[in-house]
């Protein structure tokens, strides 16, 4: 087990950069998500932290040590590929164990430690089949099986739960979280699905463009997001946001429909502003009306699409609502829930 | 009784669904054991014609102890029948020797093409090359385009060179040739074998504990096997059959069995029998490398490896 520091890490194919200096620090024993939208970066930093993409400028420390250079063998880190990338001409004892065969470690140990992992997966009844022979689940769980039976410093997952159906990858969300738990090495876990990042990690990384845009717990970003590519991020369904501008105390949408605001932050009387709230922070009977486009009950709640100030937002309730599409609600947002954020720059303002 | 009513009407119903199902594929394999028979029929012309007489040959017969009696005149002239086997023969030294060279040669260049044509498959597959103007798939298409010269045009640059290297009537010489001769395709099939391969299974043993020649020896040679024995066995063929530099190139010592199997064609006319036991002493050997490495040729090896 390790920590891993980066220190202003850059990536760039000739001109062009990817990564535009990256840095964090990830404690040793913790589970820190890189999450984003596809082509932010984040997979590229994974691979770059695994020695598999050089790279161009800054640091990269895996237990206090530079690894910059280090072959991707030298480095004690085990990678699990979004694609699985198991050998189809070994079966899945010899899959696990081929890493530990290329240390010369003894036969009847290989086999040990082969056989332990595989009880913590349930793989071994498939020890002797290869892997074409095996379900997807399973051959996630080989790839599992490979990065944890070396006892690396890093474990590093590569979007591993994305080619897996929606059932089996909470399943198996699960079981990589218990395993976490149980084995507690350091781990860095990179997706683009926000929901698996918020469920999974001790820490999220927010990556965009090869930007950090914010780096904090689950519950920090969800709550307190830093500007509005988090707050659009984080959350299913997605931050309802109206755009429209600060006046005095209160604040006006862009079609004069005023909504309520505790208190506005000093100064910013006359200013362009985001105003944001989660979709289950509004309740019902306020003093706003919105038009109902679409109702949704799922049994445990109620999603309401409906437009407000002409803007569609989405409001999720725990109450059974008996209007029909077209009548009008009225709700309220919950004010201590209301973000605003400068319309400009995009950061948040309260 | 409801049962049955509807057993027999879902009968009745499937009936000509399943009658096209046997038509098809009856259609299928009648049409499989015609080109078969296309394919396979000049070999067995070639095996039977060696045991017939000059009668047998010229009249066509083709079913041996119906339309004639197999006779060893062809394998006799080789020193190869039951009866001449113990006796000196300088026809079968001969065929011998040139049946070694022509092996040796075949074998050795293909080898030799396969090791050389799978390192830079390997690298044109998966590093990324720069040669003045050229990229990877400019000289992927520069090695293929060698394919395009007629050998004719190589024939007295060939000369003059290997006079001066003394190569002159050299095995040696044989096999480096054949080897550049080969290399093109072997390359080509290679570069197309490691494409398939997902560059993940090498990075996967790179954090395992490769080094890159490790993951290519450990992991990427072995699942390309099927790709290797295809470029192999072609090799084989294509130098086994190799004719014309055999003929310029060589003089004595280390002829091959094509240019013997020409030179059959004498004065007095075709003698088709002892032709027909060289052609297919000259056979053999091919049918028994594809025969064994055949299995090895199997599509599908990456299955299930990712996903």
Redesign the interface.
Known sequence: MASVDLIDVRKAYGDHEVIHGVSMHIADGEFVALVGPSGCGKSTLLRMI???EPITAGEVHIDSRIVNDL???DRD???V?????????KNVANNMG??LQ??GLPKAEVEGRVRRAAEILGLVPYLAR?????S?GQ?QRVAMG?AIV?DPKVFLFDEPLS?LDAKLRVQMRGEIKELHQRLKTTTIYVTHDQVEAMTMADRIVVLHDGVVEQIGSPLELYDNPANLFVAGFIGSPAMNMVHGTIRGDGFVAEDGTPLPLGRAPAGSDGRQVIYGFRPEHLSLGGPVSTQITVIEPTGSETQVIAKLAGQKIVGVFRERISARPGETLSVGPNLASVHLFDAQSGHRLT | MTVMAHTQARSRHVTPVRLGRIVGKVAIYALLIFWAFVSLFPIYWTFSTSFKKAANVMKGHLIPWIDYVPDWLGWRSLGLSPDTLFNTSTVRDEFLNRFENSVIASLSASTLAVVIGACAAYGLSRFEYKFGPMKNKDISFFFLSQLILPPVVLAMPFLVLYKELAFLDTRIGLILLYTLMVLPIVIWIMRDQFDTIPIELEQAAMVDGCSVWGAFLRIVLPIALPGMVAAFILSVILCWNEYFFAALLTSTHAKTLPVMVASQTGSQGISWWSMAALSAAAILPLIVIGITLERYIVKGLTAGSVK
Request: aromatic letters at 16%; proline letters at 9%.
């Open positions: 695994a020695g598999l072959e991707p063998k880190i085990a990678m590929f979004q694609n699985y990338a198991l050998y189809p001409h081929f890493a290329l240390r290869y892997p074409r022979q095996l997807g051959r490979r070396r080619n």
